[in-house]
T-cell receptor, first 112, second 113 residues
Framework: GNSVTQMEGPVTLSEEAFLTINCTYTATGYPSLFWYVQYPGEGLQLLLK?????DKGSNKGFEATYRKETTSFHLEKGSVQVSDSAVYFCAPYYNQGGKLIFGQGTELSVKP | SQTIHQWPATLVQPVGSPLSLECTVEGTSNPNLYWYRQAAGRGLQLLFYSVGIGQISSEVPQNLSASRPQDRQFILSSKKLLLSDSGFYLCAWSWGQANTEAFFGQGTRLTVV
């Protein structure tokens, strides 16, 4: 069946460090790919998205590129801030059938 | 604008009792609807999803069921709750197109005692 795997956390970084959170998905069909973020005490919200191969989604300094050849959608940010501390979820949406699944989440903690 | 309502916010139920959680969406038609469970410190587990009235897909075999009696209403049910059903349940909707995001309800914290 369809599945998504993302890097286990927690990830602890110092402010201004480089961030990568890995995400790979099963390639049944041609999913759209999303990253959601959940800040402490808040609900899930969309961070960025990409809907076809080689597309790059970006928002708030975060980027992720749809890599069809490696079935990956890794999240990156060049310089993290304390305010980026949150849980990040990779989520492929399988167009045929309308299934939206989430990875297990990666908790990021940024220290000043 | 579109809104999603999920209730109740918290619920404490004894083992063996029935469950009914309701989710409604306003301001759109024929949305995709989803039920997830989020365990503490873990990700969102997809339980059920629906692309139309009466169309329910189940992801995880368990003692829960879902129904969509109206276009914008999604109900999560159980005839007899288990202790393991405790958790945080989230309802979500999307337009069902490849490039649209999902929007989440506020969630229901269910504790089975």
């Amino acid at each position: 069946g369809n599945s998504v795997t993302q890097m286990e956390g927690p990830v602890t970084l110092s402010e201004e460090a480089f961030l990568t959170i890995n995400c790979t998905y099963t390639a049944t069909g041609y999913p759209s790919l999303f990253w959601y973020v959940q800040y402490p005490g808040e609900g899930l919200q969309l961070l960025l998205k990409a809907t076809k191969a080689d597309d790059k989604g970006s928002n708030k300094g975060f980027e992720a590129t749809y890599r069809k050849e490696t079935t990956s959608f890794h999240l990156e940010k060049g310089s993290v801030q304390v305010s980026d501390s949150a849980v990040y979820f990779c989520a492929p949406y399988y167009n045929q059938g309308g299934k939206l699944i989430f990875g297990q989440g990666t908790e990021l903690s940024v220290k000043p | 604008s579109q809104t999603i309502h999920q209730w109740p916010a918290t619920l404490v139920q004894p083992v063996g009792s029935p469950l009914s959680l309701e989710c409604t969406v306003e301001g759109t038609s024929n949305p995709n609807l989803y039920w997830y469970r989020q365990a503490a410190g873990r990700g969102l587990q997809l339980l059920f999803y629906s692309v139309g009235i009466g169309q329910i897909s189940s992801e995880v075999p368990q003692n829960l069921s879902a129904s969509r009696p109206q276009d914008r209403q999604f109900i999560l049910s159980s005839k007899k709750l288990l202790l393991s059903d405790s958790g945080f349940y989230l309802c979500a909707w999307s337009w069902g197109q490849a490039n649209t995001e999902a929007f989440f309800g506020q969630g229901t914290r269910l504790t089975v005692v």
